[in-house]
Structure formats: C-alpha cells, structure tokens
C-alpha cells in the first residue's frame, strides 16, 4: 500500500527571518497531512472523527537535512510504521525537487470524546497493518558538512540561500524533567489553541524556540524531539526551563503548569 502523499507550497508569510521555513511551521504542515489521511475513506476513520474521536500527538522527532524556501513545492509522505489498538508511529519523507529535504517519526494516540485511550477501528488497523508489512523506508542523505549554499548575498525572500545539513538522525531522547529555574512564563492564548480548544502540538515548538532566541542562544533549529504529556488550555500560566547548550548544539526545554510537566524537548541547534 502506497504512502499518502500530499504538495504544500511554501508561503512568503511561512518563513522567518533567515527566509527559510521554521520548524514550528513544519510542524504544521507534517500535521495537515495527517489530518488529511484521517478523512480518506481508505481507512475507516471518519465516522469516529464525527463522533467525537481524534488523535492526538505523544512524540514527534522532525529533523530536516535542507530547509525549505519560498516557493518550493514541498512533498510530503506519511506511512505507518507501527499500529496498535490505539497508538500509530507514523514516518514521514519531505520532499523538494524529488530530494529528501527532511524525515520525521510522530507517535500519536486515538482518543475517544471522553479524551481517554479508545480502541481504534477495525478498518483501519487491518489497512494500517498491509502497510506496515510493506514499509521500506528510503536512506535520508544529507551534506558532508553543515553548509549555506548560493551565496549569504541572496536578494530576498525569493531568492534565499540553500540551508544544508548533516544528516544526525532521529534518535533524540526529550527530558523528564530540568532543575532549572524557569527562564519565562507564559499565558496560554486562545490563538494558542486548535480545534480541540487545546495548545497546538507545533506551539509548544514555538514557545521553546522564542525562549531560546530571547536567552541569547544563536542559531537555526535543524531538529527537534517533543514528548506531549498533557495538554494546555488558553489562559492558564506556564513556566518554561531552558537547559545550556550542549557540544553537540542540543538544549533540553520544559513546558509545566504548576509543577506538571506538560511538553518535553530536545532542541538540535546549528
């Protein structure tokens, strides 16, 4: 069984101010995808969605090998590499021009209204376990060194330099907890939120990335583990720990609301 694929062109309002697209927005686009699969009839998930069920992400590790620019057409595949009675791993291939541009493994977990484990559909477990037998992931390769390719002179957003980088690989191990004093406290926005009416999977990315420009840690995010424990709601106050980079350029971040860690990281820094 094929991988579920889908084109998403990057917008000029998507990238940062390196002109190239943020992890946090990358994010966004590995989780529209998704959603996307969950609506083809293929795999008998829909009726549960109107009644009511939904995933929600436990892990993500993203790592990108070349950063997406404006205008580039970015191909996206899904395919399952575990299914559960109500956990999935999905592994994800990002593509531009046909090169592998990024991979990721994101663990998620069906929930029923009530918000607690609920045993996914038949239908979908005997298509999900077809592709599994069938999934053979392709190499990921990247550059020999971390690299900014056609020139840091480029013009603008339209014609930004190529981001280029060693492949590390996903194995990222986020924190349990961090014995630091919290370095920012934040309140949950109501823009914060998504159709859950909790805190988006990609906004706590967001949150540890802002914590770590504002700490004074340089740099471009390259990749990245989450470990999602429990979730945010808009207008509650959270505290945010940052550890100390590492050699290897990763930090470890924390996310908690009144000592409950709620969101765990690894940020890969470059």
Same mark, same amino acid.
């Given at each position: ?25 990358? !994010?966004?686009?590995? +989780? ?14 829909? +009726? ?8 929600? &992400?436990?892990?993500? /590790? @993203?790592?990108?090998? +070349? ?6 057409? @970015? ?7 575990? /299914? ?8 994800? *291939?990002? *593509? &531009?021009?046909?090169? /592998? ?51 840091? +002179? ?29 370095? =920012?406290?934040? !309140? ?24 770590? !420009?504002? =700490?004074?840690?340089?740099? $471009?995010?390259?990749?990245?583990? $989450? ?10 106050? @959270? ?32």
């Amino acid at each position: 069984m094929k991988p579920f694929e889908r084109t998403m062109v990057v917008r000029g309002y998507e990238v940062d101010e390196s002109r190239t697209t943020p992890l946090p927005v990358v !994010l966004s686009f590995l +989780e529209q995808l998704r959603w996307e699969w969950i609506a083809d009839p293929a795999w008998g998930l829909a +009726e549960g969605v109107h009644t009511g069920h939904f995933f929600v &992400v436990r892990q993500q /590790i @993203l790592e990108l090998v +070349e950063r997406p620019r404006f205008g580039d057409a @970015l191909t996206i595949t899904g395919a399952l590499e575990r /299914i559960g009675r109500s956990v999935v791993v999905v592994r994800h *291939r990002l *593509r &531009v021009d046909g090169r /592998i541009v990024g991979h990721a493994r994101v663990t998620g977990v069906w929930l029923g209204p009530d918000r607690r484990l609920a045993r996914l559909p038949e239908k979908a477990r005997e298509v999900g376990r077809i592709q599994v037998a069938s999934l053979m992931p392709e190499p990921v390769e990247g550059a020999e060194r971390d690299a900014v390719l056609e020139g840091e +002179e480029a013009r603008s957003f339209v014609d930004a330099p190529r981001h280029v980088y060693r492949v590390r690989g996903l194995e990222l191990e986020p924190p349990e907890r961090l014995d630091v004093a919290p370095c =920012a406290k934040l !309140l949950v926005r109501p823009s914060d939120c998504d159709v859950f009416a909790h805190v988006n999977a990609s906004a706590y990315l967001r949150f540890f990335d802002d914590a770590r !420009l504002r =700490a004074g840690i340089p740099g $471009l995010l390259q990749r990245v583990a $989450l470990d999602y424990r429990a979730e945010a709601l808009a207008g509650e106050a @959270l505290d945010l720990r940052l550890g100390e980079r590492r050699p290897d350029g990763t930090l470890d971040a924390v996310l908690e609301r009144d000592g409950t860690v709620l969101c765990s990281g690894v940020l890969g820094v470059v």
